[in-house]
């Protein structure tokens, strides 16, 4: 979806997504058919039309919306087995914390596909709807759906616009997803992504980044699947991990002409990411799909070394010639991560993040000693494009590491965080409580045979008592050091 070009972008349009295109994927909506269920979609707020959208002008292309198609009925037909298609219970926030969620984007990826494959592995809706609710935009609707690809049943996604929009530039779009009642961590994960896909269209066109122009339709498109991802992705709070993409062939219509696939925009959202080719003249990457994918994963591979416990299907648009047009999203646990634990006692947590404040770092270290985290800190590191940021780091039991992945997770902008195996050497420990003039204070002795005693009178108990008393603190330590020696 939007991709924004300047282009007019894109039309996508609606209707003119059928662009011909073949797009695919993504959209597909209609062919996925999603009808079904329709009471289920209800939601209103709607669909992903989107992805397409990309505003680029590929309008044309149509992503495949064909929403037309979609009428909601989307093909039912082709389903006709029965809009009652059984689903797994929903996953709770912070499921995927300390696990792996690979997309296999076997077929390409869309923002449509995305968010109907998360919400087919498990996701609630409403993680979907409140984001999108938190927008200062209104007009469309939500529709999730059901399709048959090659007999697997997949859930489809659309946005339904029902209203005019306003053009939108990515600085607009940016400052709004800035200003908007979203969770933080919501906020900023959208905010990466659609400068992502910002930055592409701006290097394509060869404009500045906030003159980057969105269509009316395709900036809807685009903002309801990448701020419904961002939410998606953080309320699940698992690693991200990509497959190689695929990449079609040929050429699509657009406002300005006949662009070639893929499109210009979803190759500059890729850069370091591996793509194949494929002989098939369809758009199976979306500029959108592009910029989502290329932010989230962590990595990416054929298939990583991990057990999987939920599958999601999302379906594409349209019935591709050689494949089942879909995105397999899967969520599982690395695998032998048991074993690996093997000896060791605690785990260290640590996540890089380069759009955090001093003070939300702060609070993120004292929701990880909350969460049980027997130590918590941050380094200042440089990353990419020399941008300063910070390493948050936690050190945990081993049965409390989950618990404090997810704190990691919720409390900071991080999409993904390592789990270090660590064996712990400690020494055996006892706490005392001595009498000094200043009152009861507890000490801390460490023994065992590694030389002499380590003393430590605790701070807080300390501090407490020369406030009390009006004395220098350290007079206090030094006095409860005397008591413990004595």
Request: negative net charge; hydrophobic residues 40%.
């Amino acid at each position: 979806m939007g991709h924004g070009h300047d282009h007019d972008p894109h039309a996508h349009g609606h209707g003119d997504r059928g662009h011909a295109h073949d797009h695919g994927h993504a959209h597909d909506h209609g062919d996925h058919g999603h009808a079904h269920d329709h009471g289920d979609h209800g939601h209103a707020h709607g669909h992903d039309h989107g992805d397409h959208a990309h505003g680029h002008d590929h309008g044309d292309h149509a992503h495949g919306h064909d929403h037309g198609d979609h009428a909601h009925g989307h093909d039912h037909g082709d389903h006709a087995h029965g809009h009652d298609h059984p689903r797994a219970p929903l996953l709770e926030e912070g499921a995927g914390a300390g696990k792996i969620l690979f997309f296999d984007a076997f077929s390409g990826v869309a923002g449509d596909m995305t968010i109907a494959a998360l919400l087919d592995l498990g996701v609630p809706l409403l993680v979907i709807e409140r984001a999108v609710a938190a927008l200062p935009i209104d007009g469309f609707h939500l529709h999730r759906g059901h399709a048959h690809r090659s007999g697997i049943v997949a859930t489809s996604f659309d946005v339904h616009v029902e209203a005019p929009q306003p053009e939108r530039t990515y600085g607009s779009i940016d400052a709004m997803l800035a200003e908007a009642p979203l969770d933080p961590p919501v906020a900023a994960l959208a905010r990466r992504i659609f400068r992502r896909l910002g930055e592409a269209e701006a290097s394509v066109h060869r404009i500045r980044l906030e003159d980057v122009h969105f269509h009316e339709v395709g900036a809807v498109d685009a903002i309801v699947d990448i701020v419904g991802t961002a939410a998606a992705i953080v309320h699940l709070g698992a690693e991200v991990v990509g497959s190689p993409l695929p990449m079609g062939r040929g050429f699509v219509k657009a406002r300005h002409g006949i662009l070639p696939l893929p499109p210009p925009a979803a190759v500059a959202c890729l850069r370091g990411v591996p793509t194949y080719g494929v002989d098939l003249d369809a758009e199976l990457v979306t500029p959108t799909g592009a910029a989502i994918v290329a932010t989230l994963a962590s990595r990416f591979e054929r298939w990583p070394t991990f057990a999987p416990e939920r599958i999601g299907f999302g379906a594409g648009q349209r019935e591709l010639p050689d494949r089942p047009n879909l995105l397999r999203v899967v969520l599982g646990t690395r695998s032998g991560s048991e074993e690996d634990l093997g000896s060791a006692s605690h785990v260290v947590l640590e996540a890089n993040v380069d759009d955090l404040t001093g003070e939300v770092a702060g609070h993120a270290i004292e929701a990880l000693f909350a969460a049980g985290a027997l130590d918590a800190w941050a380094v200042p590191i440089t990353m990419k494009k020399g941008r300063p940021a910070l390493t948050i780091a936690a050190l945990a039991a081993v049965p409390q590491a989950d618990a404090v992945a997810t704190a990691l997770l919720r409390e900071t902008t991080s999409i993904g965080l390592r789990r270090i195996p660590v064996a712990r050497t400690e020494r055996p420990r006892r706490i005392t409580t001595v009498r000094t003039p200043y009152g009861a204070i507890r000490v801390k002795i460490s023994e065992g045979p590694f030389g002499p005693p380590q003393i430590k009178p605790e701070f807080d108990d300390c501090a407490a008592a020369a406030r009390t008393h009006g004395v220098p603190v350290r007079e206090v330590v030094s006095s409860a050091l005397s008591a413990a020696k004595g």
